[in-house]
């Protein structure tokens, strides 16, 4: 510990805070460093207040921390809310534009500049952003040159004029914070080799294409809409189709359209949205037409608080429609995991023919890492699907033969795609038999609901058990998605400390297999960390081997479950001895 | 009755006298009359009497949920722009829980005929308004007669922009089946309501109602890019005389014309290309 710097940049929305961090993420990422960002944003265009956190290190990150070395004021605000939990090697940087600078901290931690005027100096006030990353990165000692490429990556696609605008914006921020360094251990001197800057919501992006998906039926609601954002901005170069639905409804509507026409689809939402489309994920269900529904988790219900982030979906969306049907249930447990879980969750919706969620939050897609995704271009889509498709079904249509729900042993039955010589497909949200024509004889409504839950073997064999790290403990913080790497540093501390800790983390959620769960953790003592109030992942593991859990540290502010929250938590559970 | 290559033998579960079966047979003979076979044909439904209807005729199928059919149909047309989709709802499922859903499609263009069976009454469950009936008519439900005015589902599709607006009438096949072809070979969205009985609910509106008060519109003249005059036909009650026949078309340019990616080839028939996506994970 305290290898790594934490950077928090807080402002009025609309003062380009992200795009200070951006830069200096960029100037880090290519010396070689790790990173691990989070955006925390009010519902509002302009105004109020919002932060970035930066946290760089030598060595990957799996969470930021709230406690800055370095604080980015961009207002007198941010300063009063963030300064008392500055770390002893603190600096400060306050905007001092607006005239009312505090004079309760000594000069060498604080450095108070115009950094409107020192932009307007250089060519043009709206480079205050710039000016601001500019001090900082002599802070952290950068050195100008890779600052200077930073800023030309960041601004090349706005022409000539602007990135000469910002070199001088940044020169300026640079020559004033030369004086004061932080005293770290960071070196600028790396660089970025095959790795990455991922944030959750274009890892999720990717993960969708990497699995072959290309229609996106979709409709607007934080904080689902940057992953869709993303595809948008990759629809130039790739065969995909985004499409603004009217609502949540039609786009989950359209996603099975054309899961039927043979296009994988995926649509992200959030909470509320999910909720109007949990109609369809139930057509998806009896219709046994793959799709992925990503519902970005915000606190509700209703609108509840729409950019803040929270945990309290699992159990509604294992459970959500009426009457029961299998389905997938994924948490990825970062922006990187985001990527393989979302690729997993399209193929095996596919290769199940049944509806997946993929459980992101606020915090996941808003923050971003760095590290490695492994993707082999040459890798089909999903070379087990072949055997999904009804390959051999070649006679005529005129017999009208084909049966889209055959009773199988597995309970999949083989596609083929609609209108083609190969057989009438026929689909119906009705209980239906084989043929696909709606049937409510009672035997076969048994056997429908049979072949459906068939599936469920295979499917929980595609399932990974939770990660569990040191096993031998007898207390375990047990938690899901996107709480994972707040848990594993809290662990890590709690260890150090002396408390005898460890943990298991789910990304695979439903099915579950109950036997290998129960294995897992009998005998643990089970310390729940989940952003919701009651506890759900506890009330699915009872539920699931009757292991009821020790006790629960809950959050459910709207806010990111940070490492100190539950190393402050852990410590206050009598019965955890140090 | 003639055989068709659409037949299939399966019990029918509409009521005898149903205007359904007028609006079944002038399917086929549309399906016919443009050489498609059965191979060639994808019918959604929704949910009601008229959402069965891709059940009763040899046909790809996909019947899914009350109000959803043009919301599945346009998923299914972006994915393959290619297929031939002809989407069978009714006044409460396309007018009423669908509302939304058909002014979308409406302004998207989307290159779908769409059948509305308008019986100006809810026939699957038992005999409620529909958005189509008259204001204060009485209903098994609406005891002192409905309390909303009619929806205009021709103006409507006037005013949001529609390509191609007909109406047509259960008791005139021919009439009705070349309509279909028409709407078939429109290339954007094509909206045919059509009127008919319910023998069971709507005691009001029945096959001699309509037949005091329907009229073909060719017969009368009437020139279909004339938007003034489709607009003046929209407009007049339908218990002084309905227009059957295309009321308004236009040119337009299709959904799957006006995004890049689909005029090159359908989505479902591009390769996957991997190469693409690893480069747009290494520059993250």
Known sequence: ?578 | MSTSRFDIDRENQWCPGCGNFGILTAMKQAFEARNLTPADLLLIGGIGQAGKTPQYLACNMLHGLHGRALAMATGAKIANHDLNVVVSTGDGDCYGEGGNHFLAAIRRNVELTVLVHNNQVYGLTKGQASPTTALGTVTKLQHQGTSADAFNPVAMSLAAGASFVARGFSGQVDQLAGLIQNAMSHPGFAIIDICQPCVSFNKINTFAWYKERVYDLEDAGHDPSDFSAAWAIAMTPASEQIATGVIFAKEGNAYHRRLTVLQHQPLVSYAFDGDKVHSLISRS
């Open chain 1, 1 to 578: 510990m305290g290898h790594d710097i934490t950077i928090l940049i807080g402002g009025a929305a609309g003062q380009g805070i992200q795009t200070i961090g951006s830069l200096l993420a960029g100037i880090c990422h290519e010396a070689g460093l790790f990173i691990y960002s989070y955006d925390d944003f009010q519902s509002r265009i302009r105004g109020g207040h919002s932060y970035h956190l930066l946290r760089i290190d030598n060595q990957p990150l799996t969470g930021p921390s709230l406690s800055p070395d370095i604080l980015v004021a961009m207002d007198r605000n941010s300063f009063d809310l963030y300064h008392h939990r500055l770390t002893k090697r603190g600096r400060v940087l306050l905007n001092s534009d607006a005239g009312d600078t505090p004079a309760d901290l000594p000069e060498n931690i604080m450095l108070s500049l115009p950094l409107a005027d020192l932009a307007k100096s250089a060519g043009g006030a709206i480079t205050a952003n710039t000016v601001a990353a500019g001090v900082v990165a002599a802070m952290l000692g950068t050195g100008l040159s890779r600052a200077r490429q930073a800023v030309e990556a960041q601004f090349r696609s706005r022409g000539k004029k602007v990135v000469e605008m910002n070199l001088a914006a940044l020169e300026k921020g640079y020559e004033a914070g030369q004086n004061h360094a932080v005293d770290h251990t960071l070196t600028f001197t790396g660089f970025a080799q095959e790795r990455v800057v991922m944030s959750g919501a274009r890892a999720a992006a990717l993960g969708a294409l990497a699995a072959d998906c290309r229609f996106f039926p979709f409709y607007p609601m934080s904080p689902g809409t940057p992953i869709v954002t993303h595809l948008a901005d990759m629809a130039q170069e790739v065969p995909i189709v985004v499409e603004q639905a009217e609502d949540e409804i039609a786009a989950v509507n359209m996603a099975i359209g054309a899961s039927f026409a043979g296009v994988r689809a995926l649509t992200a939402t959030s909470g509320g949205g999910f909720s109007l489309m949990v109609e369809g994920l139930g057509l998806a269900g009896i219709s046994e037409t793959p799709i992925v529904i990503i519902n970005a988790q915000r606190p509700g219900p209703a609108t509840g608080m729409a950019t803040r982030t929270a945990q309290a979906d699992l159990l509604f969306t294992i459970h959500a429609s009426q009457d029961e049907f299998p389905r997938f249930v994924f948490a990825p447990g970062s922006a990187l995991d985001t990527f393989h879980a979302v690729k997993k969750a399209v193929m095996l919706s596919q290769r199940f023919q049944v509806p997946a969620i993929v459980l992101m939050d606020q915090f996941l897609v808003d923050s971003a890492m760095t590290g490695v995704i492994s993707f082999d271009p040459a890798e089909e889509p999903d070379p087990a699907m072949e055997t999904k498709w009804d390959q051999k079904e070649t006679q005529s249509s005129q017999n009208d033969t084909y049966q889209r729900y055959r009773l199988t042993a597995d309970g999949i039955s083989p596609r083929i795609h609609p209108c083609t010589p190969a057989g009438l497909v026929r689909v119906s949200g009705n209980e239906h038999g084989p043929s696909g024509f709606p049937d409510e004889n009672p035997e076969n409504r048994c056997a429908m609901v049979d072949k459906r839950f068939k599936k469920l073997t295979g499917m929980k064999e595609q399932m990974t058990m939770p990660d569990v790290f040191a096993p031998e403990s007898e207390f375990f913080l047990t938690g899901w998605g996107s709480t994972r790497g707040g848990i594993m540093e809290a662990c890590q501390t709690l260890r150090q400390e002396g408390v005898d800790v460890g943990w298991v983390l789910f990304q695979d959620l439903w099915p579950l297999d109950e036997h290998k769960l129960t294995d897992l953790l009998s005998g643990k003592q089970l310390i729940l960390v989940e952003g919701n109030a009651t506890g759900q992942l506890g009330v699915l593991i009872h539920s699931l081997t009757g292991i009821r859990h020790y006790s629960l540290v809950a959050k459910y502010d709207g806010r990111p479950v940070f490492a100190n929250y539950i190393v402050d938590k852990v410590r206050q559970i009598q019965g955890v001895k140090k």
